[in-house]
T-cell receptor, first 111, second 115 residues
Framework: EPEVTQTPSHQVTQMGQEVILRCVPISNHLYFYWYRQILGQKVEFLVSFYNNEISEKSEIFDDQFSVERPDGSNFTLKIRSTKLEDSAMYFC?????????FGPGTRLTVT | DQQVKQNSPSLSVQEGRISILNCDYTNSMFDYFLWYKKYPAEGPTFLISISSIKDKNEDGRFTVFLNKSAKHLSLHIVPSQPGDSAVYFCAASVNYGGSQGNLIFGKGTKLSVKP
């Protein structure tokens, strides 16, 4: 069964450093998303991507964040200058219809 | 502003009995509702969904009921199994003209099914 994959599973970085989180969505899906979950809190929407452009973004997704689909398979989330409060689980999701399928997540720890 | 609310943080059920997980929402524009199951250190796993034009959808042991007038939905699992023990998230979306809206999640309900 096709699944969304994410790398790395765990990323530790120092405050102020740039990180890139990678995702391979399900191959025939056209809609891509990033969500995050801070420990003990809700899963929160960050950004959606369709047809090579951002279709929607939340207020969390400020200028420090960017997304890219550099080739036909990968979908990346970049955080330019990480802050302590960026520590969270980051989930990639993809869909072809209403149901979104999530990857296993990347745990980002900013020290 | 909690648009999707799961007011029970936990639920404990005996194996073989019915589990009922509840969810309330405030945004009348939501037109699609989903339930996800999540184990620790894993991503949410899609379980079942329902469009706002329906009031019931069934898939095996899982049934979702939607009461639009009450802005309430519920997930029934019957019979419950120990492997169902996980955190269950209710999610909702608004879809404009064919575009796929982002999901708004509830805080989750931790289900424990005891053997």
């Amino acid at each position: 069964e096709p699944e969304v994959t994410q790398t790395p599973s765990h990323q530790v970085t120092q405050m102020g450093q740039e990180v890139i989180l990678r995702c391979v969505p399900i191959s025939n899906h056209l809609y891509f998303y990033w969500y995050r979950q801070i420990l003990g809190q809700k899963v929160e929407f960050l950004v959606s991507f369709y047809n090579n452009e951002i279709s929607e973004k939340s207020e969390i997704f400020d200028d420090q964040f960017s997304v890219e689909r550099p080739d036909g398979s990968n979908f990346t989330l970049k955080i330019r200058s990480t802050k302590l409060e960026d520590s969270a689980m980051y989930f990639c999701a993809s869909s072809e219809s209403h149901e979104q399928y999530f990857g296993p997540g990347t745990r980002l720890t900013v020290t | 502003d909690q648009q999707v609310k799961q007011n029970s943080p936990s639920l404990s059920v005996q194996e073989g009995r019915i589990s009922i997980l509840n969810c309330d929402y405030t945004n009348s524009m939501f037109d699609y509702f989903l339930w996800y199951k999540k184990y620790p250190a894993e991503g949410p796993t899609f379980l079942i969904s329902i469009s706002s034009i329906k009031d019931k959808n069934e898939d095996g042991r899982f049934t979702v009921f939607l009461n639009k007038s009450a802005k309430h939905l519920s997930l029934h699992i019957v019979p419950s199994q120990p492997g169902d023990s996980a955190v269950y998230f209710c999610a909702a979306s608004v879809n404009y003209g064919g575009s796929q809206g982002n999901l708004i999640f509830g805080k989750g309900t931790k289900l424990s099914v005891k053997p």
